[in-house]
């Protein structure tokens, strides 16, 4: 019987994969990003999934003008696009006032005080030997007559506390937000959403099941995982793919100077991108972007185990 959805079958899409890159429009995409953004990709297609866009101009003051549609065109000549339209975080405001007001009504949140300045100075205090960098909960009990600055998760303690996920590419992963992290800021000082909350409810909403994005993200994973619990959604599938580092062993980044990627030459950075990955794509450098992505879904698939 003919059917509009076959779900699973070969060379149809995967109804219950969606994958996303979501880059910070901080300036035009890198290579580092492009590793990132490929990985996703090919994930993507590997499964048969949709693949998403989200631009991550939640952090108001760090986004630079035009850069996200640098990167989009940059992303287009690179044979990468979306199958729905970008998502834009500076649009979704509503919805992350939403899901603090959730957070508040179940008391899950405090207000705090504490600048970063008091913060240091009370952890440079602490003399037990279990001290760490974690916030040390100071305005869990009141403000003590300050004003509210920011807006923090309380994190339970014990067991509760400890986040273990199995990262497709890195293997188990354990956190305990309560030594290592603490009350983590949503809302900051400066009147501005936290990536931590915005990324939980933008892939929620979105219907994400499969994040691919670069390992320097992998320790907010627990927080983001422990937010899920907190609003009751459900936690997707996490892949971490080693970052690109330059000379001095530093993460390629922006801030320390990494070149945009050349549009003329896509082929170049994308059969580099792929070497990154560890694909093998049997000729030194696939000739075109059909040939490319056709070979590089495959060793994806063949590397990662996706059938
Ligand atoms: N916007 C983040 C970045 O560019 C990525 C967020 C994510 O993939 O969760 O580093």
Known sequence: MPSGRQGGARGLMHPAYRGRFAPSPTGPLHFG????????????????GAWLVRIEDVDGPRTVPGAAQDILATLERFGMVADEPPLWQSQRMARYREALEAL?????????????????DSLLHAHSRNTTLAYPGTCRSGLHGKPARAWRLRVRDGDAAVIRFEDRWQGTQTQNLATEVGDFVLRRADDQWAYQLAVVV????????????GADLMDSTARQIYLQRCLGVATPAYLHVPVVVNDQGEKLSKQNGATALDAREPLAALNAAARHLGLDLNVAEQPTLERFYAAATLAWAQKMGVR
């Open 33 to 48: 990003s492009l590793v990132s953004a490929l990985a996703s990709w090919l994930d993507a297609r590997a499964h048969r």
């Open 202 to 213: 933008d892939d929620a909403d979105a219907g994400i099941t499969h994040i691919v994005r």
């Open 104 to 120: 508040q009504a179940g008391g899950l949140v405090y207000p705090c005080g504490c600048t970063r300045k008091e913060i240091a």
